[in-house]
């Protein structure tokens, strides 16, 4: 029998060939029982909720702060058309429609304020705001109408957009302005205040600052940039007063402002409503700085004064006054001062000058003179019939009458 020293020892060659198989062997299972760790927490450890991701923008939409006549809402993907109410929350995709005399004024989160005008239809195409940086975009489409527009105040973070279908307006912060939008798509844009940056649909840029505007036409193409008239300063009934006639029939209310430097003539727009949007008068192309009104029926009225130039270039409006009338006594009617600096005949031809409150109506023996805003009268008028005897009369704004008779002095 063979002893043990006569067998086969692993050596050598064969020894390396033994431990490398003996530790393969051990790094599989060592990776085994890893992947297996891995895979029981993956299958049984507690999970966290993925944390979710901050909104970029929200929607804040808008509200009616005036609705006066038809105004109808139609919600985004939606048939039918709503009576409008203050109630509502415009979002966005919202069309909002104006019938004849209908009138509505839309307040938007970041302060901007549309005022749309009688057989207008709009489009809100977005009211939001970054939650983080607290930059809010407000954007409105006008297909047809018109609407006046009054941006924030500089300092509050955001943008506010007019796009109509032939042209795209970017209006800065603290700008007020006006557009409007035919059934062609031609707009008309005019800045009464502050900035805007337009764009055409044919790819123009138009740049306008306080009292310009431009057009454009059907087809996208911009015409030249005018310059605006200036906004009157009214002057009389001051703002809030009232004003008393014993006999409301034969009463005379006299609206003056001051003279706009360039203007050919003026548009006076008198309502009930400070909306305007059923103008009890408007008068484009009033000469001079005054207006009368008679037989007002008792209650309150608001009025506003624009100024045209030669062209037909309208500024914008005044500020907004209100004047109410009443019935009173005879005897409360307080006459109007009356001062006459000059009283003179030439030839055939009388001078009169001199001073009374501003809003009266002076005649001279029947005759219209005019009063300034101030008060003052500065006239020549032709005088037949060689009497010097002179009856000049002041009916103030509340009733009230002055008279006041005097001899002529004749010139050679």
Do not use: C
Request: no cysteine.
């Amino acid at each position: 029998m063979a002893s043990d020293e006569n067998q086969p020892r692993p050596g050598g060659r064969d020894r390396i060939v033994w431990f490398t198989v003996r530790y393969r062997t051990l790094a599989l299972a060592a990776v085994a029982a890893i992947a297996l760790a891995v895979l029981g927490w993956v299958l049984f450890a507690p999970r966290t909720p993925p944390q979710p991701t901050p909104a970029t923008r929200i929607e804040t939409g808008a509200r009616f702060t005036i609705i006066e006549g038809s105004v109808q809402v139609k919600r985004a993907g939606r048939l039918e058309w709503l009576d409008a109410t203050k109630a509502m929350v415009l979002r966005q995709n919202d069309l909002v429609r104006t019938g004849p005399g209908g009138a509505a004024e839309i307040r938007f989160e970041d302060g901007s304020i549309f005022s749309v005008r009688p057989d207008s239809l709009i489009t809100l195409a977005e009211s939001s705001q970054n939650p983080l940086s607290r930059e809010q975009r407000v954007a409105l489409s006008i297909e047809s109408g018109e609407a006046n527009f009054q941006t924030p105040a500089r300092g509050v973070p955001g943008s506010t957009t007019i796009s109509t279908p032939t042209v795209r307006t970017t209006a800065e912060r603290d700008t007020a302005g006006n557009i409007q939008v035919e059934q062609t798509g031609a707009t008309g844009l005019r800045i009464f205040k502050g900035t805007g940056q337009v764009q055409t649909r044919t790819g123009q840029r138009v740049s306008l600052g306080s009292n310009e505007g431009v057009r454009v036409d059907s087809a996208g193409a911009a015409g030249a940039k005018v310059a605006l008239p200036v906004v009157p300063q009214l002057n009389a009934p001051p703002d809030r007063s009232e004003l008393l006639f014993p006999d409301l029939n034969q009463g005379l209310t006299m609206l003056t402002w001051t003279a706009v430097p360039g203007a050919e003539a003026y548009r006076v727009v008198v309502d009930f409503s400070p909306s305007f949007a059923r103008p009890l008068y408007d008068r484009r192309g009033q000469r001079g700085t005054q207006m009368e009104l008679r037989a007002l029926e008792a209650g309150s009225y608001f009025w506003k004064v624009s100024a045209l130039d030669a062209g037909g270039a309208e500024g914008g409006f005044s500020e907004l006054w209100r004047f109410s009338i009443g019935r009173t006594a005879a005897a409360a009617a307080t006459p109007p001062p009356l001062a006459l600096e000059t009283l003179e005949i030439k030839g055939n031809v009388l001078h009169v000058r001199g001073r009374t409150e501003p809003g009266s109506a002076l005649t001279v023996n029947g005759e219209r003179l005019d009063v300034q805003a101030d008060g003052s009268f500065d006239e020549f008028l032709t005088f037949e019939g060689g009497a010097t005897a002179i009856l000049v009369r002041a009916t103030s704004a509340r009733g009230g009458v002055a008279e006041m008779r005097r001899r002529a002095v004749v010139v050679n």
